[in-house]
Structures are given as C-alpha cells and as structure tokens.
C-alpha cells in the first residue's frame, strides 16, 4: 500500500462539556479517496475542521507525512500541502477562470505582494495546465460570474490543485450540483487523486456518490467511529444500516 499521507490520532473536541469527538483515529494513504460521513451531529464537520486548522483540538494529534501539524492555522497547513474545498464556491466572480488559478499559483510562490496586472500574467502556461486538468480550458477566458455552478466547482478544484496539494480536503463537495455533477465531480477528483498520488479525505452527503467513488469508508455517530471499510463492507453493516434508517442508506441520507 502507499505511504501514509494524513494520520489522526485520539482526536478529541468538547464544546461546554458535550464530546463533540471521542477519540478519534483514522488515516488516508496517497492516491486513495477516504469518505467520513455520518448523521447531522455525528461529528464530521468537527472532526474535519480540526483536521483543516480551523478548530483546535481539546485533545489528540494529526500528523502530515510524519511531521505533527496539529492546531497549525488553515494558511500554514496550505503552506505544508493541504487544500481544501468548501460547500461555498471561493473563486472570485469577477476575475476569469484562468486569473482565478493564476492569483493561486502565485500565493503558492509567496509573490501577492505584486501589483495585480503583473500578477495575472505569471504563471499563464501553469494555470493552463491545470485548467487542462479539470476539464476547462476552453472557458479560461471567461468571468467566473457567468459560469454554471457546476463549472464552478470544476474551478474550485482547479484552485485546490494549484497549491500542489499531498492532502486535499474536500467538504460536500457536490452540495447544490445536480444529481449528474455530482458523480463526474467526484469521479474527476477521485482519478486525480490516484494519478497524481493525492491523499483525499470528503465529506458527503449524497449515497450514490460516496459509494460510486470512495476507496474507503468512515461512519461516525455521536462522535465516535462507528464502522470502516472498503464501499461493500459499509453498505452491508447492519449497524450503519440502522444509524442511516435502512432504506435511507441507499437513499442518499447522510
């Protein structure tokens, strides 16, 4: 197997006294798509903003490659290898496709301090490339004011790739897209994942699409793990069966 890219260890967050996460251990390797779904209050977001920076953890530790990153800022981990995506598109409406990635490439060169015209001329062959990469190039000259929300996604992955991730971090990814976006935005991110050796963590709440696309599985409920394994493991475990309502697995509940 791959190398171990993220690993969690004892991961623990109280929010006045309720254990919002008890302890929790997982990892994601390189090339390997990992999906931590649960039932609203489960523990997912938590436990994925405490992996991200944007929450501290009462206890435990998250290691990147080996080296503790715990309670590092969302900006240093950036800085370390770790994009994220959010439910929210992030790219800026009035700037063109490709001046999105460009404006990413060079905070990833550490060079925003430059004046804006200069800046969206470097790195052209670069963003390109990128753009290449999510299936965009023909729209590189368009405000992204005017794309399709599911371009828009497109973009904001392109956005994720152009810091070079190790980890990328992916949270309802496919929220608001159509049934049919969603399954090629994962399957996109998924194939990237395994090409280029990404270690990819998502959370999701569309079935269909975590069952068509993670490599693995983690179930969360009331903060703990309740179950992990490979998509035909989860979908047979009579205990997920019951935190998901049965039918509901299938359905999408998540």
Request: hydrophobic share 50%; net charge positive.
């Amino acid at each position: 197997m791959s190398a171990k890219v993220l690993e969690v260890e004892g991961l623990v967050k109280r929010f006045r006294g309720v254990n919002a996460v008890r302890g929790i251990d997982l990892s994601v390797h390189a090339g390997e798509a990992v999906a931590l779904i649960g039932p609203n209050g489960a523990g997912k977001t938590t436990c994925f903003n405490m992996i991200g920076g944007q929450l501290k953890p009462d206890a435990g530790r998250v290691r990147l490659e080996g080296q503790d990153v715990t309670a590092m800022t969302p900006r240093l981990l950036w800085r370390r290898g770790v994009g994220r995506t959010f439910q929210i598109t992030t790219a800026f409406a009035s700037m063109t496709v490709r001046e999105n990635v460009q404006l990413a490439l060079n905070a990833k060169a550490g060079r925003l301090n430059r004046v804006f015209g200069r800046m969206t001329v470097a790195f052209g062959k670069e963003a390109d490339a990128i753009l290449a990469r999510v299936g965009m190039s023909a729209d590189a000259e368009r405000p992204c004011a005017i794309l399709a929300y599911g371009d828009l996604k497109r973009i904001e992955l392109a956005i994720a790739l152009a810091g070079a991730p190790k980890l990328l971090l992916m949270d309802e990814p496919t929220a608001g897209m159509a049934p049919g976006e969603r399954v090629q935005l994962m399957a996109l991110a998924a194939s990237l994942a395994k090409r280029d050796g990404i270690a990819v963590l998502f959370t999701e709440h569309d079935m269909d699409v975590v069952f068509a696309h993670a490599d693995r599985i983690i179930v969360l409920d009331r903060g703990s793990i309740l179950a992990e394994g490979p998509p035909d493991k989860i979908k047979a475990d009579s205990a997920v069966r019951a935190v998901y309502l049965g039918a509901g697995l299938a359905s999408g509940v998540g």
